[in-house]
């Protein structure tokens, strides 16, 4: 499918059946598989034979499914994970140790900030946080002898800072290490971040990709550029035998297009377990079949939304980087031309109470720990998905008390903005 522009590759990508066969994706709802001999299946276990023997590492459904959001983001392999948090934890875990070091965009995800900062870190492996708007010298600055990775989204969630990822690519690469980049708000229609230098692109396929608040889930896309081999001193997991797989060197075997994710399957999701149910990755499916007639939707409304919030005389800040002034206007110009995502972020001149107040009064967005989907839902992190850090860690984040992220859905941009407009009447 890599000749077909991305429309095509989201309707048909990952599975082409044969004479016979089902039109849709089966769903292979097995925890198991069955071989003639225990020589057959001794050669899987020794990844000298491709194939499938438990769910819990791989899945031909899942499998086919990770196919076609590899073809999307244009890469060379893909695996699906339980979640978006396990994509991320995966994607970093898989080249960094105890006693390791990343350095992270200060705006990401809470869940994933609170991942690496707390949970990560008591696993030995340390974090620098770095402004995404940071200078040359400051980013630089960051990185250690040790350091095994740079992460960041292409446009963050809840701040909508959008990372100048062909900055912080070569600022990666000049230290000899990838960049790992959370696409989940732009998705492969809006921005492709291996065109810009990005050398592995995870998603929660639970947003965008699912698109109906139907199947948790994440994935992780390598786009075969990273040179491992160079670097070999540095990710000895890729470049030195694995013990456990007989002495199997990955970046050798698999070359450098395979390597991470084999790895990242043959080990991580062998001991962590934590699959993509074929259940969720068939709904996944259904979900990616539209995204690509989702998404200029989704655009369409938050554009319209932000316009009317900036005009409203409660409403302090409105952020969205498709508003024309907004801060990352230009760079979101760049990297996501045709649009960049459907979250809108603002706040109020009444502070933590008036944000408290209009969320009470809204009628037909859903107040949702939840973002992306079809429906318009909307969340105050400060109490919510952010609860767990202080004020000076919410404004590293780009978050203040009194801030609202509200994801237009596909509905009627007039009724959206109606029922804003209600709520705001109570502040």
Known sequence: MSDYRIDTKCVQGGYTPGNGEPRQIPIIQSTTFKYATSEDMGKLFDLEASGYFYT???NPTNDMVAAKICDMEGGTAAMLTSSGQAAN??????????????????????????????????????FTFVSPDCTDEELNAAFQ????????????????????????????????????????????VNCRPFQWGCDIVTHSTTKYMDGHGAGVGGCIVDSGNFNWMAHADKFPGLCTPDDSYHGITYAEKFGQGGAFITKCTA???RDFGSIQSPQNAFLLNLGLESLHVRMPRHCENALAVAKFLKN????????????????????????MPNGTCGVVSFGFHGGRAAAETFMKHLKLAAIETHVADARTCTLHPASATHRQMNDQELLAAGITPDLVRFSCGIEDAQDLIADLEQALERV
């Open 267 to 269: 080990q991580l999701m």
């Open 145 to 188: 002898p040790n350091t095994k990775a740079v992460f960041g989204e292409t446009i963050a969630n809840p701040a909508l800072t959008v990372l100048d990822i062909e900055r912080f690519a070569q600022a990666a690469h000049a230290h000899g290490v990838p960049l790992i980049i959370d696409n989940t708000f732009a998705t492969p």
């Open 89 to 126: 934890f995966y994607a970093i875990f898989n080249i960094a140790n105890c006693g390791d070091h990343v350095v992270a965009s200060s705006t990401i995800y809470g869940g994933t900030y609170n991942l690496f900062h707390v949970t990560m870190r008591k696993m030995g492996i340390d």
């Open 312 to 335: 409203h005389p409660k409403v302090s800040f409105v952020t969205y980087p498709g508003l024309e002034g907004d801060k990352y206007y230009d760079l979101a110009q760049k990297y």
């Open 56 to 58: 819990r590492l791989q």
